[in-house]
T-cell receptor, first 116, second 114 residues
Framework: AQSVTQLGSHVSVSEGALVLLRCNYS??????LFWYVQYPNQGLQLLLK??????LVKGINGFEAEFKKSETSFHLTKPSAHMSDAAEYFC??????????????FGKGTHLIIQP | DAGVIQSPRHEVTEMGQEVTLRCKPI?????LFWYRQTMMRGLELLIY????????DSGMPEDRFSAKMPNASFSTLKIQPSEPRDSAVYFC????????????FGQGTRLTVV
């Protein structure tokens, strides 16, 4: 079984400040981890993903995330927030089981608010 | 590729009516997901197909919900009879059948049951 916990349903930061969105996962097998962004009335768009190799992964729009196995975390960061970053952000986990790939399991989401 | 295509984008129906949501996955993607999004419960995985076969339907809320994938390019999610608590945004997504691949989402169908 796999699960994702996102701490903070709402995060508010000032424009230009650091963005930190937290994600912890639970998985009995090595996980593949994803961050998605959702703008109002739209579907989800992939920001970045970790599969294997380098634990610090870079994505679109200046976001990056670091996989920390010892902490079972995959926190999303951006050095300087922009007004256009205001959106809902979802962390997700997927694994390969004996019968193939499992479904993609999402956290509850974090609503990012950017203050001018 | 046009991406994952869902129809309709919006659906308003009366309680008790049958509702059918449709999805066309990205060509070559053998995995297809149906999700439901609500404020209270977030994104819930309803059912997951691999090569047109349902792999995990443990998220389907009750017998009123059914999903089919008759071929690799089409899937439906049906609710019969519909209830007001089914009001939500329903997303279809597709991916390659590998754990290290991301899912691509459609624009969603906003369902309102009155």
């Amino acid at each position: 079984a796999q699960s994702v916990t996102q701490l903070g349903s709402h995060v508010s930061v000032s424009e230009g400040a650091l963005v930190l969105l937290r994600c912890n996962y639970s998985s009995s097998v090595p996980p593949y981890l994803f961050w998605y962004v959702q703008y109002p009335n739209q579907g989800l768009q992939l920001l970045l993903k970790y599969t294997t190799g380098a634990t610090l992964v870079k994505g679109i729009n200046g976001f990056e995330a670091e996989f920390k196995k010892s902490e079972t975390s995959f926190h999303l960061t951006k050095p300087s927030a922009h007004m256009s970053d205001a959106a809902e952000y979802f962390c997700a986990v997927r694994t390969d089981s004996g019968g193939g790939a499992d479904g993609l399991t999402f956290g509850k989401g974090t609503h990012l608010i950017i203050q001018p | 590729d046009a991406g994952v295509i869902q129809s309709p984008r919006h659906e308003v129906t009366e309680m008790g009516q049958e509702v059918t949501l449709r999805c066309k996955p990205i060509s070559g993607h053998n995995s297809l997901f149906w999700y439901r999004q609500t404020m209270m419960r977030g994104l819930e995985l309803l059912i997951y197909f691999n090569n047109n076969v349902p792999i995990d339907d443990s998220g389907m809320p009750e017998d009123r919900f059914s999903a089919k994938m008759p071929n690799a390019s089409f899937s439906t999610l049906k609710i019969q009879p519909s209830e007001p608590r089914d009001s939500a945004v329903y997303f279809c997504a597709s991916s390659l059948p590998l754990g290290n691949t991301e899912a691509f989402f459609g624009q969603g169908t906003r369902l309102t049951v009155v």
